[in-house]
């Protein structure tokens, strides 16, 4: 495993695809498509533009935007509920993968399949809650 995909694999939650795939073979599947994610937008170009408003001392919402290099907004996620520092580079840049696995599903799917997986796997909306 790579450093990225190990990082991955530390910190990001999995789903296992079909009754025949173990946890252990979801678990590193996803690390090594979150990589993978995260190398290409750098390729691509692409950034994030985050945003924070504290709703109270309990609550707060964010929002993540990934934008193409020309500025258009390719997903994005938001999140209101408990605190949860966004200071933490790691929550982000999981955060961050996952939203560039969406967008590159809906960019370039390899087939019909592959894709579904992808805006599962890549959808922060979904995975959030096993972080």
Request: proline content about 2%; overall charge negative; glycine content about 4%.
């Amino acid at each position: 495993m790579t450093k990225d995909q190990q990082f991955f694999y530390d910190h990001a939650g999995y789903h296992r695809y079909s009754t025949s795939e173990t946890n252990e073979q979801a678990h590193i599947r996803c690390a090594v498509t979150l990589a993978e994610a995260e190398k290409r937008l750098r390729i691509e170009g692409w950034h994030f533009e985050w945003s924070v408003s504290d709703e109270n001392d309990k609550l707060y919402r964010w929002e993540a935007k990934l934008l193409d290099r020309n500025g258009h907004v390719l997903t994005s996620a938001s999140h209101c509920g408990p605190c949860v520092s966004l200071a933490d580079s790691t929550y982000r840049r999981v955060v961050e993968a996952e939203l560039a696995v969406d967008a590159l599903a809906n960019l370039d799917p390899p087939d019909a399949q592959t894709a579904q997986f992808l805006r599962f796997c890549g959808s922060a909306d979904r995975r959030l809650d096993l972080l």
